[in-house]
């Protein structure tokens, strides 16, 4: 079954253009286009107890997608050069290049599936030949499911173990918390989507990969994927 998930989106305010009587300035003049990221998410932004996307200040408009209570953003923002290439040139940021129709390739895979899996996303579908679209698509959809488990279970994230720790993705359905169990089964029943498939010794990114094939495209900062 296929379904269309509305995901949960944070839009930048710019800045720049609240500042009345202030002409153009000359970054907004500035060429920009808008790429892709996966970034950290950090506090900050102008209301109390709100989350931004680590580096991208609020004069870049953005707009991106969390990972449920996992401190990481999908996010695009439309940028000049030297903000790209300063973003990009930090270790902890997942930098996707402009042809989103392009395949990743034999350099960039190994890069891409060692990004994610530090992230506790899954990882291991991802092939040279996949384009840059499907690796947003995949990730952005499993993001969806983590926001849906976050608001079933009551403020959790999928990973958490009942004891203070995370759970690996390799982790099998037969090892997880009842508690888990019971939300992902939830999550997927609130998204229309079928558990078919899911059995005992599937792992935790098997199950997340399943229920992400399942669910429509979605659109971030004007692009569908």
């Known amino acids: 079954m296929r379904t269309k998930v509305s995901q949960r989106v944070v839009r930048a305010v710019v800045a720049a253009a609240m500042l009345a009587g202030i002409g153009q300035s000359v970054a907004a003049q500035e060429v920009r286009t808008v790429r892709y990221y996966v970034v ?3 506090p900050g932004g102008p209301l109390p107890g ?4 680590k580096y991208i200040p609020l ?8 990972y449920g209570l996992e401190n990481t953003y999908l996010v695009g923002a439309n940028v000049t050069d030297a903000q ?12 996707i290049p402009p042809n989103l129709d392009g395949a990743i390739g034999l350099v960039a895979v190994d890069q891409i599936r060692a990004g994610l899996s530090s992230l506790r996303v ?14 947003i698509h995949m990730t952005g959809c499993i993001f969806q499911i983590n926001q849906r488990y976050e608001s079933l279970s009551g403020g959790s ?6 004891s203070g720790g995370k759970m690996a993705l390799t982790a099998r359905w ?22 078919n498939g899911i059995g ?26």
């Open 84 to 95: 790209h290439a300063s973003f990009s040139s930090n270790i902890d940021v997942i930098s």
């Open 40 to 42: 950290p998410k950090v």
């Open 200 to 225: 005992n010794t599937t792992t935790l990114s098997a199950a997340l990969q399943l229920l992400a094939g399942q669910m429509t495209p979605f659109v971030l900062s004007g692009q569908t994927f």
């Open 122 to 135: 899954p990882f291991d579908w991802v092939a040279d030949t996949n384009t840059w679209r499907q690796v």
């Open 59 to 66: 004069t870049v408009q953005w707009q991106a997608m969390d």
């Open 174 to 195: 037969n090892q997880l918390p009842p508690a888990v169990r019971t939300n992902l089964t939830a999550t997927a029943a609130a998204l229309g989507l079928s558990m």
């Open 50 to 53: 709100g989350f931004v996307p």
């Open 157 to 162: 994230t999928l990973f958490d173990n009942g």
